[in-house]
């Protein structure tokens, strides 16, 4: 079955976006992923179709509506109930690759935008709803969060990639940040392509990618590194297989 997404949000025109070209794009014309943007308005009750209200204690901005939400998500969960839901936020668990992972390998996903100020915090009290940020930065609306989400997922369905394995030397795949790549013309600039990777020699490519990776990790990022110290060894395969991505 097709890996189902469906995007409660106050814009739905949004959708699918950017994730209309390219390798997404194209996976979703061949239905290996389905779109639904689904607009929150319609789960309002009063004549002015109002989905938010003033902050509870006072303070500037406007809240999204519990009862509102609650509405849209029962929905959701009545198309899709083996689906997680996750409601895009700041305030959210940061997400990881290996999170990432888990929700492509499952039916699909019902991802909840956030706007304004946020959420009733009450909605997380009262339905399954799994919070998500995608970075310490804060955007106009979740719509961005979900559209990242999306795209870290489809990439990794059966069939998207033009090799089953073009994804795990990556980063954030086995702990680290991947290595350095090169390609032609072999020298630019004056600056030639390392001579092990010249070499032919795969056991010292391998060792060399590993290297690299590990102290481009150190110093790029040291929390990455913590965790990865006393994890199990992960080595980069050094193989490259077809073409992971297209860069139209």
């Known amino acids: ?102 929700i492509a390998s499952g039916p699909g996903v019902t991802i909840l935008c956030g706007r304004f100020e946020g959420f009733d915090e009450r909605i997380f009290d009262a339905r399954p709803i799994e919070e998500v940020s995608i970075g310490d930065y804060i955007l106009s609306g979740g719509e961005m969060g979900a559209l990242v989400l999306l795209d870290a997922c489809i990439r990794l369905l059966p069939g998207v990639m033009g090799a089953s394995s073009s994804g795990d030397d990556e980063s954030f795949e086995t702990g680290l940040l991947e290595y350095p790549q090169f390609t032609r013309p072999q020298k630019w600039e004056g600056r030639i392509i390392p001579e092990v990777l010249r070499s032919g020699d795969h056991a010292k490519i391998a060792a060399w990618r590993k290297r690299k990776a590990e102290e481009d990790t150190r110093l790029r990022r040291p929390d990455l590194w913590e965790h990865h110290r006393d994890a199990p060894d992960q080595s980069p395969s050094g193989a490259r297989g077809q073409k992971k991505e297209d860069r139209s």
């Open 1 to 102: 079955m097709a890996f189902a997404a469906q995007i409660l949000t106050l814009y739905p025109e949004m959708f699918p976006g950017p994730l209309g070209t390219s390798l997404a794009g194209r996976a979703l014309e061949e239905g290996k992923w389905s779109c639904n943007p689904i607009q929150m308005r319609d789960f309002a009750t009063d004549k002015h179709k109002s989905v938010d209200d003033t902050p509870a204690g006072g303070g500037a901005g406007m809240v999204l509506r519990a009862d509102v939400m609650a509405s849209a998500v029962d929905h959701a969960l009545e198309q899709q109930p083996d689906a997680p839901v996750l409601a895009m936020t700041p305030r959210g668990k940061p997400l990881k690759q290996a999170r990432v992972r888990e």
